[in-house]
């Protein structure tokens, strides 16, 4: 398909603010304004910006041309200046009184947290308190409460929203390589023929990205785009073929591809022998034999009957995405990441790569666009998650958990050998009482938590202390809260963020933090401080956490000890492996010659060595259903996510009058056919209810909408669409099922 001049413009518009603007050189000075390099605080992209500030004010950012974004922008960074001055920032400590609140100084509110905290501690022990974080934090901050709570308090309550987010991905390329983290990079973009993306809406949620994928099919070397979502979005637009599915299905849909590609001899027979493993249910032992057995069933036609699509669109992606000398990527989201088989749907992208050889070569690599700007390198690496330790290292593994108590310089025994609670867990033992202190930090859960009136009410209970760090208030979750402390903002403060390619960037501070607002690095050492834990977070600036974060990586297959504060500063964006001071940094994960890692000499291109054996393992997983299914009380699925305008619970780009006014309430969209048989029309109040909890929405009636699907968009605080969804989980991964469950809908 040739894109139209109009769909180009329509699909890229909203990638465009700004990018015309002449760059500033580095901090240079502009008039009055003095520039400030930074990165946008939104999405996983990652986008390096400069932050344009006159006196304590920002009033400007430009997108950086030298970064991977060339200078671009989506609306939702061009606006980032208007979210620090928002009339709903807190500026000050805030303690509960009854059902309300009353100002505090710093020392009241931090003096009632130490004491709750320890007196918990005393009388139940140290899993009597958590910390509940996010993708959003800076590294140095999330690395501080990690030690706080690990080696400090000694509890592994330590979780965040990427278990919501990247838990699946983390399982799915840990299950399949061994490590966690794409291999690959975003200049693949630039040498794919073949996208694959599935359970994405990249035009709305990575729309920079996005618009490189549209550059690389306007260069018109027969790219092809292959879109699977059960809705026509924004992305499916650009799609050359676009399969619309019954939700949950794409795991039928992939094995199937995964059998035409053995049946049409689309596979790199080479490849497989060398460097991949196979494996089924838990068993690694496999042989491909017994994989091509287990996908005889497969076929496409069984997959489409299953799946509500057609047999020659699964057979016509497959052999795209197999056709021999051509690249290929896959990008997925949360419409894989965010279902109970969230793992498993994972690791079959990976299969298709594997089994073609389609990875580690320009254009060629399945990468998995994170959510966050800071999931990957604030959480998933730095091992923040209730598992996990720092960079690949495990709370189960006593060596780990040894090597990291050296690190910490606390006595061996300190870290706790039990993991500690995943959110979904940890927000239930706040419920039943286990769990009596929790600290949130840059998170709203009360609004972005899936079966949300549950966990609202845990956070409520009595007995239950909630300490909130935000930016505004009142939010979803400091509404819940006994302290609310003022946070200082993105442009306030200084710190790492890691996006989806393993780029690492600098945050300068640009401005002060307003009003009495504290960066959350501050906050913790002060917490630190009050419960004798001073010496464990001694931090006079978040640059002496990065010194100590940077020894924790070195000698880790994470290794990025080559990136000092100074290197980060003169960089826009440091890739790793990167483990000495003049190592370039790392495009290509796993391939000989790109890979410090991978030596010289090894004989084969890749060395899957985060795997004894260094292969990758092709893993067979059957379609399962999802953990709720219509029904007749229940007819509709029910699926929620985003919008371009819009970041998660909406506290910040609600704050931006042209957001707001752009997109101001959460819509059901449904189908023509599906509104017309409920009687109900566009802009209609219609009442979603679950098994769990209902909600009202005004209706759009959206001929993109897949019949008998309701979306529901996820950012308005007075319209819940998580009263409605699941809580279930995936085993493995423990990330809720956002994605999917069933409802039904009536006329308010
Ligand atoms: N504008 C904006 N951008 C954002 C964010 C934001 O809040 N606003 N948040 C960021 C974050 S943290 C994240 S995690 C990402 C999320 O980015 P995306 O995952 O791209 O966004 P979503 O809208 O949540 O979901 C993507 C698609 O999954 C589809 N889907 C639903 N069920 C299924 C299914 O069963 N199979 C398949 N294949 N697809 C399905 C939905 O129809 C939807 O179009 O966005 C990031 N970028
Ligand atoms: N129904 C449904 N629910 C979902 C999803 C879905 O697809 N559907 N997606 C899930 C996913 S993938 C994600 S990532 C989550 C996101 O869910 P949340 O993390 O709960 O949503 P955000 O709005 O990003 O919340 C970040 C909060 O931090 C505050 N903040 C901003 N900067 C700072 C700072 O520097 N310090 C502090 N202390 N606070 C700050 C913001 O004001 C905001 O309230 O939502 C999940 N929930
Ligand atoms: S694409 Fe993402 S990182 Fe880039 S400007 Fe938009 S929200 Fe920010
Ligand atoms: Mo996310």
């Keep these: 398909m040739a894109l139209s001049r109009r769909d180009f413009l329509k699909t890229t518009a909203a990638a465009s603010a700004l990018s015309a603007l002449p760059a500033p050189a580095l901090a240079a000075e502009d008039g009055d304004t003095r520039w400030t390099k930074s990165v946008c605080r939104y999405c996983g992209t990652g986008c390096g910006l400069y932050v344009g500030a006159r006196g304590d004010q920002v009033v400007a950012v430009r997108g950086d041309p030298e970064d991977h974004n060339a200078g671009f922008l989506c609306v939702k960074g061009a606006l980032l200046p208007q979210i620090l001055s928002a009339p709903d920032r807190l500026l000050h400590p805030l303690i509960r009184k009854g059902n309300g609140f009353q100002r505090a100084s710093w020392d009241e509110a931090m003096g009632l947290v130490a004491a709750k905290f320890q007196e918990a501690i005393q009388k139940f022990g140290p899993d009597a308190v958590g ?54 990079c975003y200049e693949d973009l630039d040498h794919a023929d073949v996208f694959l993306i ?7 949620a990575h729309p920079v990205l996005f618009r490189r994928i549209v550059r690389r099919k306007e260069a018109g070397r027969n790219v092809k785009v292959i879109v699977l979502d059960p809705r026509r979005t924004a992305t499916s637009r650009i799609a050359d073929l676009h399969l619309s599915f019954k939700p949950g299905a794409d795991l039928a849909i992939l094995n199937a591809m995964a059998h035409v590609l053995f049946a049409e001899g689309l596979v790199d027979d080479a490849f497989m022998k060398d460097q991949v493993a196979f494996g089924e249910g838990a068993e690694a032992n496999k042989t491909r034999a017994d994989y091509e057995k287990s996908l005889a069933a497969c076929t496409p036609q069984a997959a489409a009957a299953l799946a509500g699509c057609n047999a020659e669109d699964i057979v016509r992606a497959a052999r795209w995405f197999g056709e021999k000398g051509r690249t290929a990527t896959s990008l997925w989201c949360m419409g894989l990441n965010q279902r109970t088989q969230g793992v498993w749907v994972n690791q079959l992208v990976h299969n298709l790569h594997l089994v073609t050889g389609k990875i580690g070569v320009p254009g060629s690599t399945p990468l998995s666009l994170t959510g966050q700007p800071n999931a990957c390198g604030g959480v998933r690496d730095g091992g923040a998650l209730s598992h996990l330790l720092p960079y690949g290292r495990v709370v189960a593994n006593e060596k780990h958990r040894a090597e990291m108590e050296k690190l910490w310089g606390v006595a061996p025994g300190t870290i706790s050998p039990k993991p500690g609670l995943p959110t979904v867990d940890l927000f239930r033992a706040l419920e039943d009482g286990k769990l009596k202190c929790l600290y949130v930090m840059c998170t709203n859960p009360g609004q972005s938590l899936p079966n949300v009136d549950r966990y609202r009410k845990a956070m409520r209970r009595e007995g239950a202390f909630l300490v909130v760090t935000e930016a505004f208030h009142p939010t979803r979750t400091s509404e819940l809260a006994d302290v609310v402390l003022p946070a200082a903002l993105w442009a306030e403060k200084e710190g790492v963020y890691g996006c989806t390619e393993r780029r690492y960037h600098l945050l300068e501070r640009a401005v002060a933090p307003r009003g009495e607002a504290r960066p959350d690095l501050d906050i913790l050492c002060d917490l630190a401080a009050r419960l004798g834990h001073g010496k464990l977070l001694p931090f006079k600036a978040p640059a002496e956490a990065w010194t100590e974060i940077l020894e924790t990586a070195r000698g880790t297959a994470y290794d990025f000890s080559g990136m000092t504060r100074a290197r980060l500063q003169q960089s826009h964006g440091l890739l790793w492996p990167l483990p000495s001071a003049g190592h370039p940094g790392t495009k290509r994960r796993y391939v000989r010659g790109e890979d410090p890692f991978v030596p010289a000499d090894h004989p084969l291109r890749m060395k899957f060595y985060g795997r004894p054996d260094g ?13 709720e299914v219509v029904d007749a009380a229940y007819p509709l699925w029910f699926t929620t996510g985003r919008v371009l305008e819009h970041w998660h619970t909406g506290t910040m780009t609600r704050n931006c009058r042209e957001l707001r006014h752009a997109n101001a309430e959460a819509l059901a969209e449904l189908h023509p056919q599906d509104a017309a048989r409920l009687g109900v029309k566009d802009g209609d109040r219609v009442r979603v209810s679950s098994r769990r909890g209902a909600e009202t929405f005004r209706a759009k009636v959206a001929e993109g909408a897949r019949l008998g699907v309701v979306f529901v968009q996820m950012h308005d605080p007075d319209h819940l669409c998580n009263r409605v969804t699941h809580d279930a989980v995936d085993p493995v991964s423990r990330q809720p099922e956002f994605k999917i469950c069933a409802v039904k809908l009536e006329k308010a």
Excluded: H
């Excluded at 690395?143 to 706080?148: I, W």
């Excluded at 599935?198 to 709305?204: D, K, W």
């Design 615 to 627: 292969r990758a393992v092709v893993w067979f997983r059957p379609q399962r259903d999802p953990g």
């Design 198 to 204: 599935i359970g994405s809406n990249t035009a709305e």
């Design 131 to 184: 910390f509940y974080g996010s993708g959003q934090g800076l590294t140095e901050e999330t690395y501080a409460a990690n030690k706080l709570f690990k080696a400090g308090l000694r509890t592994n309550n330590v979780d965040g929203n990427p278990r919501l987010c990247m838990a699946s991905a983390t399982a799915g390329y840990v299950g399949t390589y061994g490590k966690d983290e794409p291999m690959g």
